[in-house]
């Protein structure tokens, strides 16, 4: 059988909800309680019935009071053609979703702590676990940040490699030093982004990288490289 105080304890939090007003919180589900049943019972039994209700039905405030995601997954469906620009978007997307929710947990606590100063019953295990909940938030915001770093990082040295390949004559070498005088003063702006140092020791350490692999150069030696072709194997440039 049911228990009647979560059933009044649901009932409140749909209400509200439905009502469209104001956020869904112990505060506000304690006060519709009491005003439905005439009696609301501990903040202890509230909470714990509301955390139940929250997770049951998915709650989102920022979310549903916003409006934030079908502009945001919008905004990011339209976003970029490119594979790099999609990867951007993907962990933009990720970063965006998971900034929402660690300031709904960080909200939440600081709500709970308020009012717990006018409860005196209310539980430290529901702060406790908020805290945790804001921890992990945090490390996989980290997590994805760190991830959009790296797929930006490669997505700018594919490029930079593109424009190597087309620097480089079709039947001379040329010293690494003039390959990189020779590229975009775009990609030498945007790299002061990236972790690597912009430097001609950077540039030769990219194109050995994928000679290395039988990929697009082949060393004249003397710091001279030019494009690999059909008679040098691997794929040439």
């Given at each position: ?8 304890v ?5 209400q509200?909800r ?21 009696v ?7 909470g ?6 929250t997770?049951d ?39 965006e ?24 019953d ?30 930006k990082?490669?997505?700018f040295?594919?490029?930079v ?32 982004e990236?972790v ?8 030769r ?26 008679e ?6």
């Open positions: 059988m049911e228990d009647p105080r979560r059933w009044e649901f009932r409140a939090a749909d509200i439905a009502e469209g007003k104001e956020r869904v919180s112990l505060r506000t589900v304690w006060a519709r309680v009491k005003l439905n049943a005439g609301a019972g501990n903040n202890q039994c509230v714990e019935h509301l955390a139940e209700w997770r039905r998915a709650y989102s405030p920022i979310i549903e009071l916003a409006g934030l995601p079908e502009a945001v997954e919008t905004g990011l469906a339209k976003a970029g053609v490119a594979l790099w620009k999609a990867a951007e978007a993907e962990a933009a997307a990720i970063n979703r998971l900034r929402l929710r660690m300031e709904e947990a960080v909200a939440a606590e600081r709500e709970l702590r308020q009012e717990a100063l006018g409860m005196v209310a539980r430290d295990a529901v702060i406790e676990a908020q805290r945790s909940e804001i921890a992990w938030f945090v490390d996989e915001l980290e997590r994805q940040k760190e991830h959009l770093r790296t797929v990082a490669r997505a040295w594919l490029r490699i593109q424009e190597i390949r087309e620097i480089l004559p079709e039947r001379e070498a040329l010293h690494v030093a003039d390959i990189t005088q020779r590229i975009g003063a775009d990609l030498v702006q945007e790299a002061g990236h690597q140092v912009w430097s001609v020791e950077t540039v350490g990219a194109i050995d990288e994928r000679m290395y692999r039988n990929r697009y150069f082949v060393t004249e030696g003397s710091g001279r490289y030019r494009k690999r072709r059909a040098d194997g691997g794929v040439a440039g």
